[in-house]
């Protein structure tokens, strides 16, 4: 069984790292009452996990005929909306539920047009129906929705936390612990992503591979990046971006990881300090800017 499923959290109070959300979620369970939400963050930091966990605390035994869930990024037309959630919206809800719960997973794959329509949904049947939506590049929000729900931005997790939650795992399934040499750089690498960590690490455990190793090929799609900008291959480096970007990596974590991998190669430092302003600039950026208009500016700094 995969790990990320055997131990997603099943309770509010097994979410991690999440303090805001969990502490406002605890509220609405007690009242049986809750806001339309909406989480968003960098992938791997249990946005849809909490969601269902809230489904499931607030609706308790009338889940089943109450919870809907959507992919929007599959589903992302404005058909979609018009006719799959709007009957959703307009049936009565079933049981003793307080209202129905709708998940709109990736919300950010959605189209603005169907945003918009969502947006009239929301208010119309707002006695019948809740809508929690993730996403992990919130500008792909129209701002109706944003306003509309409350917002949870969720973080990675610091690296005491991660390392306590792998840790517990690996005593959970009986196995040895790392060293501290091939443990903690395997930690700071994930950069808060705690089901990334849980799918090396029972990769490395399947194979019988040391974390070193998986450590390096956490790392080996940045490396072809810096490769192609050593060599001046401009469109090479900023496809391998954009990859990464429809892999869900965000901005900030692909400007971390290529700072580890420039840190660790072996250049005349007048290069690699450029390198490493241009990547530091492009993080403190990565908080305003499109991710794809700055993987473009990233990309031309470093050539």
Same mark, same amino acid.
């Given at each position: ?55 499931? @605390? *607030?609706?308790? =035994?009338?889940?089943?005929? $109450? ?5 929007? %990024?599959? #589903? ?86 991660? @390392? *306590?939650?792998? =840790?517990?795992?690996?005593? $959970? ?5 790392? %060293?501290? #040499? ?122």
């Amino acid at each position: 069984m995969l790990w990320t499923e055997k131990y997603r959290p099943d309770k509010l109070s097994e979410i991690v790292g999440q303090d805001g959300f969990v502490r406002d979620a605890h509220h609405w369970v007690l009242n049986k009452e809750m806001p339309n939400v909406l989480l968003y963050g960098i992938a791997g930091t249990g946005k849809t996990t909490a969601a269902l966990v809230l489904a499931k @605390s *607030i609706l308790g =035994d009338d889940l089943e005929m $109450n919870f809907f869930e959507i992919n929007a %990024s599959d #589903d992302r037309k404005l058909e979609t909306v018009r006719t799959t959630i709007k009957d959703i919206a307009t049936t009565r809800k079933m049981g003793d539920a307080p209202f129905k719960v709708v998940l709109l997973d990736e919300m950010d794959g959605m189209t603005p047009d169907a945003q918009n329509a969502l947006k009239r949904i929301m208010e119309r049947y707002a006695d019948n129906v809740r809508f929690i939506i993730t996403c992990n590049h919130r500008h792909k929000i129209i701002q109706p929705l944003i306003s509309r729900t409350a917002n949870y931005n969720f973080v990675g997790l610091d690296i005491p936390d991660l @390392s *306590i939650a792998l =840790d517990k795992v690996m005593q $959970n399934e009986g196995l040895k612990g790392y %060293s501290p #040499d091939e443990w903690e750089p395997f930690i700071e690498g994930l950069n808060g992503d705690l089901r990334r960590g849980l799918t090396e690490l029972q990769a490395a455990q399947a194979s019988g591979s040391s974390l070193r190793k998986q450590t390096q090929k956490m790392l080996e799609p940045y490396e072809i990046i810096l490769r192609y900008t050593n060599d001046n291959e401009y469109e090479n480096a900023l496809k391998e971006v954009h990859k990464l970007l429809l892999q869900s990596v965000d901005m900030k974590t692909v400007c971390v990881r290529l700072h580890d991998v420039i840190v660790q190669k072996e250049l005349h430092h007048t290069e690699k300090f450029k390198l490493l302003r241009v990547v530091g600039e492009a993080e403190w950026r990565s908080n305003n800017m499109t991710p794809k208009v700055l993987a473009s500016w990233l990309i031309g700094q470093m050539v």
